[in-house]
Nanobody, 127 residues
Framework: QVQLVESGGGLVQAGDSLRLSCAAS????????MGWFRQAPGKEREFVVA????????YYADSVKGRVTISRDNAKTTVYLQMNSLKPEDTAVYYC????????????????????WGQGTQVTVSS
């Protein structure tokens, strides 16, 4: 069982930056691919970014490409999401997720690819 805890969300202004963290409780994340998803009120959960087990491959949603960076520190059992140039449309609850599956095709986009989820952290961007 993997327990994930997100942190770092908050209220910011458009153009600001935030760094979200996802920490695993009591175990390493080295064997897991990790993803970040977000869900705005009244909308479905959507893919933001993912990183494979080794950190050698990353996948970004077009809506955030060039503005966000995912990284991982397996030794510290933490995955980070650096978000820059934030926009009001980035407002959502952000969730991190983990899977032992190796990514193929567009599997990283799918919520069902991931077995473990955090509780989410709220990001609100004011205009």
């Amino acid at each position: 069982q993997v327990q994930l805890v997100e942190s770092g969300g908050g209220l910011v202004q458009a153009g600001d930056s935030l760094r979200l963290s996802c920490a695993a409780s009591g175990r390493t994340l080295s064997g897991y691919a990790m993803g970040w998803f977000r869900q705005a009120p009244g909308k479905e959960r959507e893919f933001v970014v993912a990183i494979n087990q080794s950190g050698s491959s990353t996948y970004y949603a077009d809506s955030v490409k060039g503005r966000v960076t995912i990284s991982r520190d397996n030794a510290k059992t933490t995955v980070y999401l650096q978000m820059n140039s934030l926009k009001p449309e980035d407002t959502a609850v952000y969730y991190c997720a983990a899977t032992r599956l190796y990514m193929s095709g567009n599997s990283y986009l799918r919520t069902y690819t991931y077995n473990y989820w955090g509780q989410g952290t709220q990001v609100t961007v004011s205009s």
